[in-house]
């Protein structure tokens, strides 16, 4: 292979890493080494461009991973601001670091506040000793409104749609190379209702990153608590022609073994229906291919 078809092998590549799978609150624990206990963060790596989405505690393991890498660079898409979300922002070290480049984007706050009030808010005392203001010029905070689309590079272009969540809560759908993913959580459904917004903007994806806190019966019981099913999840899948479905954002009472029971009972339904791990990395033109 010469170094021009290395190049442009490499620039193609489309890969999704999860760093956090878990909903609601980190579960450390010996039930949870498996699956992983840290809170939402995946990461999409375009080419040679990083996008960031979500900030929970897998953003610090995140962190720690990109500080050997030199000067870094990534685009942060927040689905939303609820704290499982953006708890590792405070302890984000590239963050911090002159020379890094983020630009952190949110599509759910306007007109209320912005983004940048809501995380300073997080880090700003009593609650947290540094403040937001620490991260210096390196951090840049972008304000969308769900529905708008984002060109976050000329060959990188992201979808947005509003979901049904307690305080609002924006899904994404990232396209490269002709192929995309979608990350979809926070949401919960209606019973006997399709969601088009979602429909729409997962039609015909490679990869949906679905919210699957709870099951149908457990969902029953707490429908309006802002998350959905997993069974819902393959319902969407198959309206909306979607590749391969991953569960995502498991309720923190889930234990390995619960999600491996998960993964058999709905890989037999769909196959190819995986549940997000800690550490997994999934390849996006093979999913294709
Ligand atoms: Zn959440
Ligand atoms: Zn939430």
Not at 112 to 121: A, D, F, M, Y
Request: hydrophobic fraction near 40%; proline fraction near 4%; charged fraction near 20%.
């Amino acid at each position: 292979m010469t170094e021009s078809e290395g190049k442009a092998v490499a620039d193609t590549a489309f890969h999704v890493r999860f760093w956090g799978v878990r909903g609601s609150v980190p579960t450390p624990g010996a039930n949870t080494v498996r699956y992983g206990g840290n809170t939402s963060c995946v990461e999409v790596l375009c080419g040679g461009r990083r996008i960031i989405i979500d900030g929970g505690t897998g953003l610090r393991v995140l962190g720690q991973a990109m500080m050997k890498e030199g000067a870094v660079e990534a685009d942060i898409l927040l689905s939303h601001t609820h704290l499982d979300h953006i708890e590792g922002f405070p302890f984000f070290v590239p963050a911090f670091g002159a020379g890094n480049q983020f630009r952190i984007w949110a599509g759910h706050l306007l007109p209320e506040t912005t983004l940048e009030k809501t995380l300073g808010r997080l880090m700003s005392a009593p609650l947290f000793p540094v403040p937001l203001e620490a991260f210096g010029q390196q951090v840049r905070y972008y304000d969308f409104r769900a529905g708008d689309r984002l060109i976050l590079s000329d060959a990188i272009r992201v979808k947005t749609a509003m979901l049904d969540h307690p305080n609002d809560a924006v899904g994404y759908r990232i396209e490269f190379g002709g192929r995309s993913i979608c990350y979809i959580s926070d949401t919960c459904h209606r019973a006997g209702q399709t969601n088009h917004n979602i429909v729409n903007l997962i039609r015909g994806t490679e990869l949906v990153i679905y919210d699957s806190m709870f099951n149908e019966v457990e969902f029953a019981d707490r429908p309006h608590w802002g998350h959905s099913t997993w069974e819902e999840a393959i319902r969407l899948a198959q309206l909306a022609g979607v590749k391969r479905l991953a569960l995502f954002h498991h309720d923190p009472i889930r234990s390995d073994d619960d999600l491996d029971v998960l993964a058999a009972t709905a890989a037999e339904l769909r196959p190819g229906t995986l549940v997000a791990k800690e550490g997994q990395t999934l390849d996006i033109c093979a999913i294709a291919a």
